[in-house]
């Protein structure tokens, strides 16, 4: 178990964490998650000892390491941009921590062999990190941190420099490794779409504070508020309330969609629409929508829904919401 208790860190007035206490569990997989700014950084960066905290603790198994150096924390970091020892190997590069701490070399060569066989960079021992892609790169990097054996694995935006598609492979990659390894591992992301991916837990940042810690389903589907909400997916204001776009449900009869929306508790009612754009996103269909009020918002349906519907825009269709563990009442001055 990490435990960072009231933890306060500023740079001159700006406070980039205002009071941060969280607990990550031995062995999970937690992202820090939250925009740019939002203090993720500077809480990996105080775990790792790299940043000195003003006031507060961090402790790791138990062990007060507030005023420990790095070195003596028993972690392992990778950043978005790995500083490889150009003029080394891949296998002497993994080997390093090894080597400093003078391990005999049949002891290294077999966790530098087994570590390579890990990252899936068997084939690439005698290569120069130069001769390697981005996302190779970022693997080695990783087999290094492993190397040490140590308790904590701290991640800062790893996949970050890479595209797309190699950035997904690598994070379902870095799952996998976890469920192998089970190091307990922290990993500071800014994409929600990766932290839902790969984390396990996930603690929401904004403006130095925490706004909710919890697995992700319980953030997606009972998120504490507004921003945990907006920040976890695509949201609508619908009535008086945030609601996700595919629990907006269309209906074409207006008696029907009342009756079934006087069923659900708490529901900020039918709203009368016009349908300003539909548009196919593969599975799923999303349609623009705009309310008597001028409001405008969108619903995701499915694509045999969409069909079934039949909708054109122009017309008028009645929307209500479903699925109420996932809408936070908003600010009235935001409400249509
Ligand atoms: N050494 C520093 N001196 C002054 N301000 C700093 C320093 N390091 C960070 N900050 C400020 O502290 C705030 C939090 O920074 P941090 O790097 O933790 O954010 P982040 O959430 O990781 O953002 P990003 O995703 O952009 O890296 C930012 O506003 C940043 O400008």
Redesign the pocket.
């Known amino acids: 178990m990490i435990t960072v208790t009231n933890a306060r860190?500023n740079?001159?007035s700006?406070a980039?964490?205002d009071d941060v206490s969280i607990d990550i569990p031995s062995g999970s997989l937690t992202a820090?998650l939250?925009?740019?700014?939002?203090?993720?950084?500077?809480?990996?960066?105080s775990i790792a000892g790299l940043?000195g905290l003003d006031s507060g603790t961090v402790t790791i198994k138990g062990r007060d390491v507030t005023h420990e150096p790095p070195q003596r924390r028993g972690i392992g970091f990778v950043f978005q941009h790995y500083a490889a020892f150009k003029h080394m190997t891949v296998r002497d590069n993994v080997a390093f921590g090894l080597t400093i701490r003078k391990k005999p070399k049949a002891e290294t060569d077999r966790k530098v062999d087994e570590l390579l066989e890990i990252v899936g960079l068997e084939g690439f021992r005698n290569r120069y990190p130069a001769q390697l892609s981005g996302g190779q790169r970022q693997r080695m990097a990783l087999a290094r941190a492993l190397a040490v054996d140590p308790q904590v694995l701290l991640l800062?935006?790893p996949f970050g420099a890479l595209d797309a598609k190699v950035r997904t492979d690598l994070r379902q990659w870095l799952r996998r490794l976890h469920d192998e390894v089970h190091v307990t591992t922290v990993l500071?992301t800014?994409d929600q779409e990766e932290a839902l991916d790969v984390a396990d837990r996930i603690a929401v940042?904004n403006k130095?504070q925490i706004e909710q810690v919890g697995d992700p389903v319980t953030l997606y589907e009972r998120p504490a508020n507004d921003f945990v909400m907006g920040f976890l997916g695509s949201v609508a204001h619908f009535g008086d309330q945030l609601v996700r776009p595919h629990d907006i449900v269309l209906e074409r009869d207006r008696a029907t969609a009342l009756a079934l929306d006087a069923k659900v508790a708490g529901s900020p009612g039918v709203v009368e629409a016009v349908v300003e754009r539909v548009v196919p996103l593969g599975f799923e269909v999303r349609i623009d929508l705009r309310a008597d009020s001028g409001a405008r918002f969108a619903a995701q349906i499915t694509r045999r829904d969409a069909a079934a519907l039949q909708l054109r825009e122009g017309e008028t269709i009645h929307a209500r919401a479903v699925a109420r563990s996932s809408v936070v009442d908003v600010d009235p001055a935001l409400a249509i």
């Open positions: 860190k740079y001159g700006f980039a964490l820090l939250g925009p740019s700014g939002s203090g993720k950084s500077t809480l990996l960066r940043e800062d935006e500071v800014h940042l130095g």
